[in-house]
């Protein structure tokens, strides 16, 4: 489309600019809809139907702007209704309920402490920064949402607390690397950006539903009918642009339903699936839906026959017509950013990461993320959690001053009540470069690799990162580069590296191995970035010999691969070699053809793999 309005058209929207909008609904007639704009629909089609829709994910940084959109969410809803906020770390016995222990010791008895997600029923979570949220504890939160109940099974208690609300998920995230668990945002219907609001239009009066328009619409949401074509519309579309999930048609037509009873009428208009096409699948996108066929590249129709005067100019039209699925197909790629149709055009190195590095979860005792507790006697290198410890206590009080030579103490803790906090935290990264520094172009492949090591040290600081380097080349592999976190010692060791020879490919596998398992020993995570072309005339035992060669080669890759180590293949020769590819298929390794490497794209590759 052009840049000029188009003409309106006869399901209910218009085009303006490249934009599709819904003529029925607030701001779309006349403005088009912003960002801010799509972001109070959403508020209020959640405020409409919270338990049908989900809920929000709002990625956008504690500010004015997010605190305005709060707050006019906040108005949407009656003052009696429920809201709690949930702490990324929140515990379990506060999410989920648990012992009251003050109750319980007085009562002598187990009296259950209903939990946040009880709490909240008939309301909402403000979940705040959700990018951090652990996995359980959005499992637990999910639970709740699919059951509509929370069911509490510990502490010797076993209740089913039935709960029905929505999820606020504020995403704070700054990288790809950060985000939400995907089984919560999966669960929200909405996704909002505010990123590029500013304040000067969050503060301006956008003219969104009030509260009573949300009233009206809670009453009016049951009696909303939808017709069987637009659900099949809305699943076409979503199948047109490669939603896996099943849920994302399903609160396409919610949203529609909310929209239409928001709107004042009782069926679901061609509008209101424009507006839940843009703002419930376009978000959710994963491909760009296929072009038409090159009408130039097919047969010619026949000539139709002249039609009557006045008659041809009519069918004309309609045949130029969109259809109604073209037009919700417009509806979301106009709400796709271009910066994502850009990424999802690109080869995609690893599905959700780009930056930063993390290392592999670990056990450890005293420091990290609280995971949980287990029944364990305090000792040396553990942390005894005392609410616990006073929670497996608390319902044996009873029994145990009646049974107790000693009556007069108010608690009596034994042996097996105690509990200690068990923590999780990242472990170190060892990225090991183990480059081919044979042949003509070796000392191009240096070069390249001790760019990449120079950037990968150059933030390590900030992400406990380690760094090492191996060549081969000749008849055997050498350790260039000890492992390192020093920028400086990393270039003293780097500078004037030698090249040439032979490609004793299994041995420089056989070095990165040993290597690697010395940094699992000491609890690290490593990663192996090969630099090469895969081709392989070097055996381990330094004989020459292409084939023995690749099947040594062969032979060390599938050990690495037993071993489960991260890897990374980096082919860098001229073209795409078979060998390569085979190189990396053995080990369980991503493939990255780089022709034209340099360090900065080799950087950013192994980032993308170790994030």
Known sequence: MSGQDGPGLEHGAHWRGDMLVADSLPFEADTGPTAWQNALLAAALFAVDPVGLGGITIHAHAGPVRDQWQAYLDSLWPADTPRRLAPPNIADDRLI???????????GHPVADRGLLAEADGGFVLLAMAERVPLSTAARITAAMDRGAVVLQRDGLAITMPTRFGVVALDESIG??????SGLTDRLAFAVDLHG???GEASQDAGAPDADKIAAARARLAGVSVADEIIRRLSAVSLELGIPSARAPFFAVRAACAAAALDGRDEVKEADAVLASRLVLAHRAQQIPAPPQNEESQEPPPEPPEPPEGQGETEQKEAEAPSP???????????????????????NIRAGGAAGHAGALANAKERGRPIGVRAQAPRAGARLNVIETLRAAAPWQRLRQSTSSAPERRVIIRPEDFRVTRFKQRSETMTIFVVDASGSTALTRLAEAKGAVELLLADCYVRRDQVALIGFRGRAAELLLPPTRSLTRAKRSLAGLPGGGGTPLASGLSEGLKLAGSAKRKGQTPILVLLTDGRANVALDGSGGRQRAQDDAQSLARMIRAEGLLGIVIDTSPRAQKPAQQLADALGARYVPLPFANAASVSQAVRAVSA
């Open 97 to 107: 309920g648990g012992l009251d222990i003050a109750a319980t010791l007085r009562a």
């Open 176 to 181: 790809e690397d950060e985000s939400p668990p």
């Open 197 to 199: 609001v500013s304040w």
């Open 325 to 347: 699925e073209d037009i919700l197909l417009a509806a979301a790629k106009a709400a796709i950013p271009d910066g994502l149709l850009d990424s999802l055009r690109a080869p």
